[in-house]
């Protein structure tokens, strides 16, 4: 069984709002992860928010594209 975790766990540890994860889901990487109505988040998933918010606080900021190629590295 894979674990997943819903939107709101993954925020707080991530120290990040569960809205702009589920808006990043849906707006860019255009990849709902649903079950039982719920957004869930697999470890690759909380890798990533936590790969982009590292290199975000660096100075490094991506486009829409990047982001998803820089999600799709994670697979």
């Known amino acids: ?3 997943s975790y819903e939107t709101r766990v993954a925020a707080g540890v991530l120290n990040q709002q569960a809205k702009a ?3 990043e889901f849906d707006r860019v ?3 709902p992860v649903r ?3 719920r957004l869930r988040l697999g470890f690759r998933d ?3 928010f936590q ?3 590292e290199l975000e606080r660096e100075g490094i900021n991506f486009d829409p594209s990047e ?3 820089l999600y ?3 697979w």
């Open 35 to 37: 079950q039982g109505g």
């Open 72 to 74: 799709s590295l994670l």
């Open 21 to 23: 994860i589920r808006q």
């Open 46 to 48: 909380v890798l990533y």
């Open 29 to 31: 990487l255009g990849r």
């Open 67 to 69: 982001r998803r190629q």
């Open 1 to 3: 069984m894979k674990a």
């Open 51 to 53: 790969l982009k918010k």
